[in-house]
């Protein structure tokens, strides 16, 4: 009779992780990115956790010019994921749709693998118990419904999510996924355990997103006002010219 071949290649430990550089990303534990890859060490990385049903370690790079990174040129702390989908375009790019699932720091690097590995802890949230992350988690989820309304294009489904989360580190990370703020800022939020300090965070950056969108609205109110005058300006004249 004829047997099954195929073995299961021996999967990592726990405390291993395949590590996939990425450029100018930083994915948060409880979000849901595309990511599109290239670079061949990334993409053999990728293939042998889907493979491997593993998971993976995002690493944002210190210098998104450097082509073959280390793990010199990467931070010490990201986010371990599960790959939801794998898709090959047809221009050969690879994309990946992952979920972010926890925060986790390097402790060493592992040799021995044709893509990066390393050896690693996983983080855990402080201060949660504390009695001013409910203060700060509604004070950060009206300022998130302030956001999306001067959003003009928000959907409305995004406000019943946010308003949905309960809790406040998943709240932290979503909004801070979203945030209009550069990678290095993201990933300054990615490094804080502390709960009351990463809401704290969130909530300033945010207050200054939504300060500029408030700024942008106006400025575009009285552009269209101002051009509404001098509108109704020329077809009085065209009137007056007529009669």
Do not use: W
Not at 71 to 94: C, E, K, M, N
Not at 112 to 130: I, K, M
Not at 228 to 233: A, G, K, L, N, S
Request: charged share 30%; glycine share 4%.
């Amino acid at each position: 009779p004829a047997t099954d071949e195929r073995r299961p290649a021996p999967s990592l430990p726990e405390d291993m992780l395949i590590v996939l550089p990425v450029r100018n990303m930083v994915l948060f534990p409880g979000v849901i990115l595309p990511v599109a890859i290239k670079r061949d060490k990334t993409v053999a990385g990728a293939q042998e956790a889907v493979r491997a049903e593993a998971k993976v370690g995002f690493l944002l790079q210190k210098d998104s010019g450097t082509e073959d990174p280390g793990f010199d040129d990467l931070h010490r702390i990201g986010t371990a994921a599960s790959i939801v989908r794998y898709i090959t375009a047809p221009d050969g790019t690879h994309h990946l749709v992952c979920q972010g699932e926890r925060r986790f720091r390097v402790l060493d690097a592992v040799g021995g693998f044709p893509y990066l590995v390393a050896r690693v802890e996983y983080l855990s949230d402080s201060g949660a118990a504390h009695a001013e992350v409910e203060a700060r988690t509604l004070h950060l989820k009206q300022k998130a419904m302030e956001a999306i309304s001067l959003l003009p294009q928000a959907p409305a489904e995004l406000a019943n999510s946010v308003q949905a989360i309960e809790s406040p580190a998943t709240l932290a990370d979503t909004i801070a996924s979203f945030l209009d703020v550069k990678p290095a800022d993201k990933q300054e939020l990615l490094e804080v355990t502390d709960l009351r300090e990463r809401l704290e965070r969130v909530s300033t950056l945010l207050t200054r997103r939504v300060e500029v969108l408030r700024l942008s609205r106006q400025i575009e109110q009285q552009t269209k006002d101002a051009i509404d005058d001098r509108q109704r300006e020329i077809v009085l004249r065209e009137q007056l010219r007529q009669i």
